[in-house]
């Protein structure tokens, strides 16, 4: 089985996969990180969004060994210690988030959305870059004020 | 008020744990020696089976075993089952044909279950069950739901004649007729409820372990409901004996309803891994949630309203079909009589109500409760209705209302179909709801929308619901299996520090927070010492679960009543220790104080003494933990008007929400931010139902809609932010003076859309999904 190396929320790992693994199967089974989650299987629903060299990937729609020597931040990643990322906050301090299950996915993708357009963002560019993740609990109202607060405070 | 009490927005407790990627839902748990399962199901939606070949599939690599539906039977497990009866027209009961967790010698739809596939990984469980070969003898499928029960339709169970499971009448119906008779006007609607799949993002998931030694099985279930599972799984599936079955449910990914029931999969998890003695893991993926997951909805309707001339409602008359799939699932029978016709009156005096409900198989998924379950379908039928008959009476949709509304001084209110409302102020919320929608400029709006080429419209639903389920007496007369209380146990550790364990389950809602409000209220304990617990049978001692708007209605009265039992026996400790009576001793924020002095004891001081009884009064059992039941008397009735306005480009038939504005009315609000939230996503789920999903089957029973790429979820672009207000009124039933939250947005918004594009086209009515396609063929009719 061919084996893969990559940098993983800062550290390196190593791990032999069999050449069909998904990204998010060797993030969840191989390492454990189970942050990231599935949520359909079809690239739809957004839950298993991770960040590879900075921008955003649906992970399971890539194989493990896309991600070859490659740096790959989780959700896992964010907090720096007990102090959360600003977005993480954001979401926090907005109730951006209910069952939880879609929040890692919308974290990474409001991170890779803040990269892409800056730290003064309006609702309907959060709105449009939001429609890769699907969340059923929150309504989006939240999750955008948590995201634009996000992005603001990431700028600050 | 304390500080985190009731009615502040403390951030919730349990996001941290999300937001750092240390949730834990099913799938995140792995144990030593997990095998993993897949299900070989069924490709067509009815056929017999003709033979099973598992012989390939037991020889493929790392296949641990290949079970049927005859070795489930051989162990005796028993079929799955539907717990509340209603009764047939004809006095006997709903019809119940055998629902198999394995199939016997026949499948009903596709996805229906065949045989389950244990190996050692997930690849070579999946490339196994490809191996097990079924000879299936294809039959006719029946997947219409207005069709259904028609002369010369395939037959699907012999149990139940005509595809009928029950004909379900409430209601006089000569009275209504002759009403009907004499009636100024009358007003008619032909409409469907399209069928709706719930999809929580989190898929469902079971993992079983068997204990050799203590012979107890631990399931790990994605359920809002871990004892209603338990109970169920033991005494009627005799899985295991209740005290030897522990049910877990961790961290839960959204339920909505989809996750109370006991499905299939969750059995046979359970049962086969006591049968190869290893742990067993099972995850649904998407497409299997699409096709297995029950589903929500889909109703055939004709609904009338007679009016006098005045524009009274003088009597309502509602013929429905109601699709409940192929199998019943666990309340599949309830969502279409009790908590649907229940509803009809709606916030009006309709004064005479005839409804007759006729349940249907059809070879597809099976039907329950979906966000709302049963009261969005009532709801969406009456407020659609209520605006029909006010274009045919020339008045405006919101003069209409108020002219039948209940009066404010009419509570309790005794409607004619069974319920009787606790309190509402309907006229409160109205008037609330139509300023901050600036109602009174929409025609100045609608103009200037016009001016672009575009259509404005505006729509508004005020209606009711039934929630904080249930009073068990009621439910049991109505032939519920169970009773419906909750129970709550709030423990202080001799460090003074608390858990309370709530036989509720939160997946979303924030009982973590909202439940240590209420403690920090009632108890005067800092909230970072509150710790709420739930979903492991092994912890809590009972509970009903989360589900119909229950939780804080219900569950949070349970965990008031152990507070209440608590400071009497603290009053008992602290009077010991103060040297004075027992009664001057009074209890405030969080202290035991002698009335009139500053002599006080703090309320974990008291637990210490309650743990460490060196003095302490004789006879009083040491220890600070009590525990409390809670059956509720009625049902709540929250009540709102939400108001919409859309504004649609003719040439596409594109809607967009413009603006949306609900005022509810949920009683006394523990957590307005938890609250709000619930609003924000109900309202979605509505207006997904209203624009954008619909579930379809072909008429050959299969799923054409299994996906999210072919089944449209609302998502950011496609919706609003919201503007929301309260009304509350207090509802005299509740001891905490709350209704519940959690399902008025879902039951609320279908019809405030619809009735939105209605106005904006002209038009009668429009069916929902209300699609760019739909809205534009509406368009060309209209013009």
């Not at chain 1, 803040?114 to 609702?123: A, C, Q, S, T």
């Not at chain 2, 999809?199 to 359920?223: D, K, Q, S, V, W």
């Not at chain 2, 699409?290 to 055939?300: E, P, Q, T």
């Not at chain 2, 001057?584 to 104080?593: H, M, S, V, W, Y």
């Amino acid at each position: 089985m061919p084996v893969i190396n990559m940098r993983v929320n800062g550290n390196p790992v190593t791990g032999e996969v069999e050449a069909r693994t998904l990204l998010v199967q060797f993030l969840r089974d191989n390492l454990r990180l189970t942050g990231t989650h599935v949520g359909c299987d079809t690239s739809q629903c957004g839950a298993c969004v991770v960040l590879m060299d900075g921008k955003s990937v649906k992970s399971c729609t890539m194989l493990a060994m896309m991600a070859d020597d490659c740096d790959v931040t989780t959700i896992e990643g964010l907090a720096n210690g007990s102090e959360l990322h600003p977005m993480q906050q954001a979401f926090m301090d907005n109730h951006g988030l209910q069952c939880g299950f879609c929040t890692p996915g919308m974290i990474m993708s409001a991170l890779d959305i803040v990269e892409r357009n800056g730290n003064d963002l309006d609702e309907a560019t959060i709105r449009m870059e939001l429609t890769g993740n699907i969340c059923r609990c929150t309504g989006y109202h939240n999750i955008v004020k948590a995201v634009k607060a996000g992005a603001k405070a990431m700028g600050d | 008020m304390a500080e985190n009490g009731i009615g502040v927005s403390v951030p919730r407790k349990e996001d941290k744990r999300f937001l750092i990627g240390k949730g834990n839902y099913t799938d995140d748990i792995n144990v030593v020696g997990q095998t993993y399962a897949i299900f070989v199901r069924s490709p067509h939606a009815h056929a017999t089976i003709n033979s099973i070949d598992t012989t390939d599939a037991e020889a493929a690599t790392g296949v641990v075993a290949v079970f049927t539906g005859d070795d489930l039977a051989a162990d005796g497990i028993a079929p799955l089952i539907c717990g509340v009866t209603v009764t047939s027209d004809d006095g006997e009961p709903h019809r119940a044909p055998a629902h198999p967790a394995l199939a016997q010698g026949k499948v009903n739809y596709v996805g229906d279950h065949v045989a389950i596939v244990i190996a050692e990984t997930l690849a070579q469980a999946k490339d196994a069950a490809e191996k097990v070969e079924v000879d299936y003898g294809i039959l006719p499928a029946v997947t219409d739901t207005a069709s259904a029960a028609d002369e010369g339709q395939q037959q699907i169970h012999e149990a139940a004649p005509n595809n009928i499971c029950f004909n379900w009448p409430l209601g006089d119906k000569e009275t209504v007729a002759a009403a009907f008779a004499s009636a100024h006007k009358i007003s008619k609607l032909d409409l469907v409820n399209n069928r709706m799949v719930t999809n929580p993002m989190e898929p469902r998931a079971a993992l079983g372990e068997y204990n050799t030694g203590t012979e107890e099985i631990t399931l790990h279930l994605t359920t809002q409901n871990p004892h209603l599972h338990r109970l169920v799984l033991s005494a009627f599936n005799q899985l295991a004996p209740e005290h030897k079955l522990r049910i877990v449910s961790p961290d839960v990914g959204g339920g909505f309803g989809a996750k109370i029931f006991i499905y299939a999969e969750e059995l046979v998890v359970g049962w086969a891994c006591r049968k190869v003695n290893r742990p067993v893991k099972w995850t649904s993926d998407r497409t299997e949630a699409f096709i297995s997951d029950a589903h929500g909805r889909d109703h055939v309707a004709t609904a009338e309203m007679a009016l006098d001339e005045n524009g009274k409602f003088l009597a309502m008359r509602v013929m429905t079909r109601a699709n409940l799939g192929a199998y019943l699932s666990t309340f599949g029978t309830m969502v279409p009589s009790y908590l649907y016709a229940f509803l009809f009156a709606g916030q009006y005096t309709t004064p005479l109500i005839y409804s007759e409900v006729k349940a249907v198989f059809t070879n597809t998924a099976p039907v329950d409760a979906s966000r709302g379950a049963g009261r969005p379908e009532a709801t969406f039928l009456l407020e659609r209705l209520v605006d029909v008959a006010a274009a045919d009476m020339g008045l405006d949709p919101v003069e209409i209302r108020r002219r039948n509304f209940i009066p404010v001084d009419a509570f309790p209110y005794q409607t004619p179909v069974v319920q009787c409302y606790d309190s509402g102020d309907y006229n409160a919320a109205l008037d609330k709801a139509l300023a901050l929608a600036d109602y009174d400029g929409f025609s100045t709006r609608a103009e200037e929308a016009k001016s672009r080429g575009m259509l404005r419209g505006i729509g508004l639903s005020s209606y009711v619901e039934a929630c904080g389920i249930a009073p068990s007496a009621a439910v049991g007369q109505l032939g519920a299996g169970v009773g419906l209380w909750e129970s709550a146990q709030v423990r202080f550790n001799p460090t003074g520090n608390v858990q309370v364990f709530t036989g509720t389950h939160s997946h979303g809602q924030g009982h973590e927070t909202t439940f240590a409000q209420l403690i920090t209220e009632l108890l005067g304990v800092p909230i970072e010492n509150i710790e709420v617990i739930h979903g492991d049978t092994a912890k809590t001692q009972f509970g009903m679960g989360t589900y119909g708007s229950r939780s804080l209605a219900v569950g949070g009265v349970a965990i008031a009543k152990a507070c209440e039992k608590l400071i009497a026996k603290g009053k008992k400790i602290a009077a010991h220790a103060l040297e004075a009576a027992e009664g001057d001793i009074e209890f405030a924020d969080g202290n035991f104080t002698i009335a009139g002095t500053d002599k006080a004891m703090n309320i974990a001081e008291v637990a210490f003494n309650a743990y460490v009884p060196h003095s302490y009064p004789e006879g009083l059992e040491p220890g600070f933990d009590e525990n409390a039941f809670f059956d509720p008397l009625n049902f709540s009735f929250p009540a709102g008007t939400h108001v919409c306005e859309v504004e649609i480009d003719p040439e596409t038939g594109v809607v967009e929400i413009i603006k949306y504005s609900a005022v509810d009315d949920f009683g006394k609000l523990i957590n307005p931010m938890i609250v709000e939230g619930q609003v924000h996503g109900g309202i979605v789920h509505g207006v997904g139902q209203a624009l954008l999903e619909g579930c379809r089957y072909d008429s050959e029973g299969q799923l054409i809609t299994a996906s999210f790429m072919d089944y449209a979820m609302p998502r950011a672009d496609k919706v609003p932010s919201f503007d929301i207000d309260y009304a509350p009124t207090d509802p005299p039933d509740n001891p905490l003076g709350v209704k519940g939250c959690g399902e008025a947005g879902a039951i609320g918004a279908p019809p405030a859309v619809i009735n939105a594009i209605t106005n904006a086209l002209g038009v009668k009515h429009i069916d929902m999904p209300a699609t760019p396609e739909n809205v534009w063929r509406a368009a060309q009719g209209a013009a």
